[in-house]
């Protein structure tokens, strides 16, 4: 749990160090990246004002396992938001490239992600969620042409509790909720 929220920070420090450039390579494909799901019966999409979304590819020289990260930043649609919010998913495979009309596996064993939250009860304006016993995610690969990737996505029994005290709201004791992403879709690009 230490390494993932090592490797958050440092995410995150990445994210707020760059700077928004307008030569940037993304700018010249004709596909804008977005970012479209539904979480606690709230519409999220990506908040391109925060941060670029993009993908990216990772080999390691060890095993014949690829990883492919998808990074985001979601906010709840028409909900102006002032601060970076995370989401990344995972896919490892030992496919080279990633097959078009085929279902992976996301990688969710420690996975936290950093949301803003529409749920009162909580009293937070945004949630960590983390990953528990029995979470699990897929994505669907729509399209991939080397450059775009799209998909569909979900992650199912991800958990506001990661350990931590959860505080009170209220004078009521703030509970465990599950929380269920669904209905994703994401076009991005490296």
Not at 23 to 43: G, I, R, V, W, Y
Not at 96 to 119: C, E, Q, S
Request: net charge negative; aromatic share 10%; proline share 4%.
């Amino acid at each position: 749990m230490k390494k993932k929220f090592l490797l958050l920070s440092i995410l995150l420090m990445t994210f707020l160090s760059c700077s928004k450039d307008d030569s940037d390579s993304n700018t010249n494909n004709s596909e804008k990246p977005s970012l479209s799901f539904t979480l606690n019966n709230a519409q999220y999409e990506h908040d391109s004002a925060i941060s670029e979304m993009y993908w990216e590819k990772s080999t390691t020289t060890t095993t014949n396992v690829n990883e492919f990260i998808i990074v985001t930043s979601p906010k709840i649609k028409g909900v102006p938001c002032d601060f970076l919010e995370m989401l990344t998913l995972e896919i490892r495979t030992t496919d080279n490239v990633l097959v078009v009309n085929k279902t992976y596996g996301l990688y969710t064993d420690n996975m936290a992600a950093f949301i803003p939250l529409n749920d009162p009860a909580l009293c937070y304006k945004e949630v960590n969620l983390w990953s528990k016993s029995g979470t699990s995610g897929k994505v669907k690969i729509t399209s991939f042409d080397g450059t775009v990737l799209k998909g569909e996505f979900s992650i199912s029994n991800l958990t506001n509790d990661g350990g931590y005290p959860l505080g009170y709201c209220n004078n009521t004791k703030i509970v465990e909720k599950i929380f269920n992403i669904t209905n994703g879709t994401f076009t991005a690009v490296p």
